[in-house]
């Protein structure tokens, strides 16, 4: 059973990952505000599922969170958003946040990866809340995205994370069924 949750997340690892780092989603994000912050949750799932089976140090989280949060203030998303060199940064370390992720999710508690999940909740709703509400602190002047995409990024955003939450919830409980498997 093991065996087969490990090559499963390996197999859905390397999936996000080939359908977030190729030629034409490269190309379609400088276009799309939508496509560009889908490849942000899509990579760094990656590297959060690659390594979900890795017992290492909790704390991990912490370097984990940062290096996301970094990537969504408007100057950093701005130069990853325009720049390939920032894009090939943003896109490593993106990765590389959700190893680190991925591999002190074990070693924490139940409380824990429910504050975790909390304060990411909290984080994206108040990254959503800016796109929709305040778009105009991510437009440097040239941005490649319109402004109105922003607002349906937002909701795009709020959307993505209660599935993700369902999907998590969902599976907690399945551990208190006694007919699952």
Known sequence: ?????????????????????????????????IVFMLTHYAIFASGLLLLRTVRANALLI??????????????????????PLYRYAMEASLFCAGALAG??????????????????????????????????????????????????LGIFMILLMNIIVALLLYTYMQTFNPYHR
Request: no cysteine.
């Open 1 to 33: 059973m093991r065996t087969m949750r490990r090559y499963h997340n390996l197999s859905l690892s390397i999936f996000l990952l080939l359908l977030s780092v190729n030629p034409l989603t490269e190309h379609v994000e400088y276009s799309d505000v």
């Open 62 to 83: 912490l370097p984990s969170a940062l290096i996301a949060a970094l990537w969504h203030l408007p100057l950093p998303f701005y130069l990853s958003s325009h720049f």
């Open 103 to 152: 591999a002190s999710i074990q070693a924490m508690s139940n409380m824990w990866r429910a504050v975790a999940l909390g304060l990411w909740i909290i984080s994206d709703t108040a990254l959503s809340v800016i796109f929709l509400s305040y778009p105009s602190i991510y437009d440097m002047g040239r941005d490649p995205y319109p402004l109105w995409q922003f607002p349906v």
